[in-house]
């Protein structure tokens, strides 16, 4: 069974910083894209970021570009989020989602999705 | 960047009624790159199109998607009750930038 469990997540004051893990389980995690996507209260869906699976290519939002850095550890099978600067517009719920595999040159779609962590930003 | 624009916003039907949603892409997502998602409160987004028309895995036969270019459609045939929640498209495929819709409410009337 596939699992994705994020943890990492609190209350920190602008201008601070948080870094988010994801656990993965039940899938053989070197082989997919991975990807952050988060959703402020009340909102839609925003995807963050996403890592290849040799983490060659990663791609960023522009509203975090500079800001936010996404790595993996494939022996760990884990995901993380650097989150530097944070912003009171950062305030949301960041998924980790796994790559269904065999989409686009650029990752997506998303088949599995952990739980979701929050993050708020606020003084 | 593709921006995604869902319509309508909020759509009210009873259950049993055929359900149809519409996501416009601004400009061509190619290769159908075009995937639709259901979340309800509470809980993470459910793959449910892939493809522009491909069913994920697990997901009933009464969800269907269809559309090219810049046009995309989730149908629903027959609503069961279950299937109220929030719909939202997103692409995948023509930028590096991944992009969703801002969804449409799916709401029982």
């Known amino acids: 069974e596939v699992q994705l469990v994020e943890s990492g997540g609190g209350l920190v004051q602008p201008g601070g910083s948080l870094r988010l893990s994801c656990a993965a389980s039940?899938?053989?995690?070197?082989?997919?894209?991975m990807s952050w996507v988060r959703q402020a209260p009340g909102k839609g869906l925003e995807w963050v970021a996403n890592i290849k699976q040799d983490g060659s290519e990663k791609y960023y939002v522009d509203s975090v570009k500079g800001r936010f850095t996404i790595s993996r550890d494939n022996a760990k099978n884990s995901l993380y989020l650097q989150m530097n600067s944070l912003r009171a517009e950062d305030t949301a719920v960041y998924y980790c989602?796994?790559?269904?595999?065999?989409?686009?040159?650029?990752?997506?779609?998303?088949?599995?999705w952990g739980q979701g962590t929050l993050v708020t930003v606020s003084s | 960047e593709i921006v995604l624009t869902q319509s309508p916003g909020t759509l009210s039907l009873s259950p049993g009624e055929r359900a149809t949603l519409s996501c416009r892409a601004s400009?061509?997502?190619?290769?159908?790159?075009l995937a639709w998602y259901q979340q309800k409160p509470g809980q993470a987004p459910r793959l449910l199109i892939y493809g522009a028309s491909s069913r994920a895995t697990g997901i009933p036969d009464r969800f269907s998607g269809s559309g090219s270019g810049t046009d995309f459609t989730l149908t629903i045939s027959r609503l069961e009750p279950e299937d109220f929640a929030v719909y939202y498209c997103q692409q995948y495929g023509s930028s590096p930038a991944i992009t969703f819709g801002q969804g449409t409410r799916l709401e029982i009337k």
């Open positions: 039940g899938f053989t995690f070197s082989s997919y894209w």
């Open positions: 989602a796994k790559d269904l595999g065999g989409g686009g040159v650029f990752g997506g779609p998303f088949d599995y």
């Open positions: 400009q061509s997502v190619s290769s159908s790159y």
